[in-house]
């Protein structure tokens, strides 16, 4: 922690180690899709009709800080860890922790600009805790809902 900054705000360290890990996580994505194909939760949040490489791109541009695609975000926001993103990535990348990453940048935890919250669609968290409340345990529920 750096003081002042409030709990959530990590200390130069960390926020060093977030930047090298995601931009080496970023350089490996291929932005196949996959991950993307695997995800219950694209139906939940504004990505039905999206296409499966264009999300995962975006989803790379978030973690590699480049600019980012509504796409992008929206899946960044939507991960609820269920982790089925991992078991079908083809080069074997921990995307549940790349999404992880991502989600951090977005919302500015290293310094940077927050990008745009796809919050932004007021029944975005209504979908994303119903689906959650169908995949989690009542004490998951009380910790993270
Ligand atoms: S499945 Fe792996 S390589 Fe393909 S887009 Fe997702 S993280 Fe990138």
């Not at 921990?94 to 992880?100: G, I, K, Q, S, Y």
């Amino acid at each position: 922690m750096t003081g002042g900054e409030g709990p959530l705000q990590p200390g130069l360290a960390q926020v060093q180690r977030i930047l090298s890990e995601s931009a080496r996580l970023a350089a490996l994505c291929t932005a196949c899709g996959e991950c993307v194909k695997a995800c219950p939760m694209p139906a939940f949040a504004l990505l039905p009709a999206a296409e499966p490489a264009i999300v995962a791109a975006g989803m790379r541009a978030v973690l590699s800080g480049a600019p980012a695609s509504p796409e992008g975000l929206a899946f960044v926001a939507a991960c609820t860890r269920s982790g089925q993103c991992n078991a079908a990535c083809p080069e074997r990348l921990d995307v549940a922790f790349m999404l992880r990453l991502a989600g951090m940048r977005a919302k500015g935890a290293t310094g940077e600009a927050p990008l745009v919250a796809v919050k932004s669609d007021p029944g975005w968290a209504s979908r994303v805790k119903a689906f959650a409340r169908m995949t989690m345990t009542e004490e998951e529920q009380s910790k993270w809902l």
